[in-house]
């Protein structure tokens, strides 16, 4: 157990709805990154915040957004999906921001029908 | 071209085999270097992490850095079936705010 939680685990919605995905960080990490998952494209990097800022940004599409809240957690919202946005949704935190070990959580796997 | 490229697999072995898995990057910035290890439908973990070039080991896993030719590789000694999973690639640099990950080799160790 990594000590990140995710949430759901699985979500099955229709195309051009709206969804969102919820990530707990590791107690004490203050770095929480999204990554993206899918079978033709590996692991792709999509935003990082660290202490509620955004400090990088990936190939996050403009239907996507993210924040991380005073508590910590993030949320990452994706809206107007599409079959292409079928993936598994990985959230990791780190103490530092930028390097070192990520901690993965189990991730969010979406299916767009 | 992608920052880094890993030997796509799948590759299976019989028990005992000794494994090279390999990743090639692009950016000379790059400084960290580490392998992560995913089971099916699992997140990934870190299995090893390194800054510098030569080898680092930790039981059956080396972990060898060739920054002149910008190379990595993850040698697994004595593979075992629970060694089954993705094996991934990920190159840091310090401004770059992230790790990039290579697409993962897929390992089979056969009983």
């Known amino acids: 157990d990594s000590g990140v939680t995710q949430t759901p685990k699985h979500l099955i919605t229709a195309t051009g709805q709206r969804v969102t995905l919820r990530c707990s960080p590791r107690?004490?990490?203050?770095?929480v990154y999204w990554y993206q998952q899918s079978l033709d494209q590996g692991l792709q990097f999509l935003i990082q915040y660290y202490n509620g800022e955004e400090r990088a940004k990936g190939n996050i599409l403009e239907r996507f957004s993210a924040q991380q809240f005073p508590d910590l957690h993030s949320e990452l919202n994706l809206s107007s999906l599409e079959l292409g946005d079928s993936a598994l949704y990985f959230c990791?935190?780190?103490?530092?921001?930028?390097?070192?070990?990520?901690?993965f959580g189990e991730g969010s796997r979406l299916t767009v029908l | 071209q992608k920052e880094v490229e890993q030997d796509p697999g799948p590759l299976s072995v019989p028990e005992g085999a000794i494994v090279s898995l390999n990743c090639t990057y692009s950016n000379s910035a790059f400084q960290y270097f580490m392998w992560y290890r995913q089971y099916s439908r699992k997140g990934p973990e870190l299995l090893m992490y390194?800054?510098?070039?030569g080898n680092k080991e930790d039981g059956r896993f080396t972990a060898q850095v060739d920054k002149s030719s910008k190379y990595i590789s993850l040698f697994i000694r004595d593979s075992q079936p629970s060694d089954s999973a993705t094996y991934l690639c990920?190159?840091?640099?310090?401004?770059?705010?992230?790790?990039?990950f290579g697409d993962g080799t897929t390992l089979t160790v056969k009983p």
């Open positions: 390194t800054y510098s070039s």
């Open positions: 107690s004490g990490d203050l770095s």
């Open positions: 990791a935190s780190s103490v530092a921001s930028g390097i070192g070990e990520l901690f």
């Open positions: 990920a190159i840091d640099h310090t401004n770059a705010g992230k790790s990039t």
